[in-house]
């Protein structure tokens, strides 16, 4: 509508909408909600704006929430190096992210770090991941990797050091 894309729904308690558009080469987007809260027995209400602007080779995101009075923000920025995604970024609550992904050579490369306190800089109070997968050729799927993590809720290697081979029938 006018330029806007807007989205607007709502299922029992919770409601919401959101309006974007683009303003002079970065994308803004608007947004608010009422959701329900059982344990608060009342509706939590929430609104933001964040703005995805390319700076040359480079995107920089940043957001500013309210959620029930408590006010945060974002910021965030990536770029693409030889082949290799990068990007970094921080927030109101001190929680600190750095990640590279890409191919490196014969292999494809993780490195992914996550400190919720700027404090804390050692693996053992940090959210590390590393590893490089190859993708053995001439099979059918076929890899080998080595790899790092130290949370096993993350998604790109298992807990702990491995080296692997894994095979596709």
Known sequence: VGGLSITAGGMHKDAGVSVSTSLM???????AASIFNATKNKNVQEQGVQVDMPLGGMNLSVNSTT???????????????????????????EDNQFKITGPLGPVTFVLDYDSSDPATTSAKDATIEA??????????????????SNDPDEDNFDNGTQVKMAFKF
């Open 25 to 31: 080469g970065a994308t803004v987007k608007v947004a």
């Open 67 to 93: 959620t029930d009075g408590t006010n945060n923000w974002g910021a965030s920025i990536s770029t693409t190096v030889s082949g290799l995604t990068v990007s970094a970024g921080t927030d109101s609550d």
């Open 131 to 148: 590893g490089v997968t190859y993708a053995v050729p001439g099979t059918n799927g076929t890899t080998i990797s080595a790899s790092y």
